[in-house]
C-alpha cells in the first residue's frame, strides 16, 4: 500500500503563491509516477503536473506552465507543486496521486494512478 497526505492549501489572493507537499509511504517509489490533480466545483478531475520519481521528469498541463512546478525530494519521500502566479481559476481541491510507471502509462490520465491522496483545499481570491 501507499498513502498519500496533502498539506499546503489555503486561501490566496490572485498573484500570491502557495506550495502543496504530498508526503508518501508505505513502499519504495522509484519505479512511480506522482501526480497532481484537482477538481473544481461542478467540474471533473482534471491533470495538473506530474513527475517521475526515479529520474524527475515532469509533465505540466499547459494551463499551469510557466507557474506551477512540480519537484520531489527522494530523501523525504515528498512530491511538491510549487504555485505561483495563482489566479481565480486554479481554485479547486488538489490531489497528490501515485501511479506504477510502466509502458503504457499515461501522466495525464487520473485512470493511470492507483493511490489517491484526500485532497487539499486551494481558494484564490480575485
Known amino acids: 500500500q501507499v498513502q498519500l497526505v496533502e498539506s499546503g492549501g489555503g486561501l490566496v489572493q490572485a498573484g500570491g503563491s502557495l506550495r502543496l507537499s504530498c508526503a508518501a509511504s508505505?513502499?519504495?517509489?522509484?519505479?512511480?509516477?506522482m501526480g497532481w490533480f484537482r477538481q473544481a466545483p461542478g467540474k471533473e478531475r482534471k491533470f495538473v503536473a506530474a513527475?517521475?520519481?526515479?529520474?524527475?521528469?515532469?509533465y505540466y498541463q499547459d494551463s499551469v506552465k510557466g507557474r506551477f512546478t512540480i519537484s520531489r525530494d527522494n530523501a523525504k519521500n515528498t512530491v511538491y507543486l510549487q504555485m505561483n502566479s495563482l489566479k481565480p481559476e486554479d481554485t479547486a481541491v488538489y490531489y497528490c496521486?501515485?501511479?506504477?510507471?510502466?509502458?503504457?502509462?499515461?501522466?495525464?490520465?487520473?485512470?493511470?494512478?492507483?493511490?489517491w491522496g484526500q485532497g487539499t483545499q486551494v481558494t484564490v481570491s480575485s
Open positions: 508505505g513502499r519504495t517509489f522509484s519505479s512511480y509516477v
Open positions: 496521486a501515485a501511479g506504477l510507471y510502466t509502458d503504457g502509462f499515461i501522466a495525464t490520465l487520473s485512470s493511470a494512478y492507483d493511490y
Open positions: 513527475i517521475t520519481w526515479s529520474a524527475g521528469l515532469t
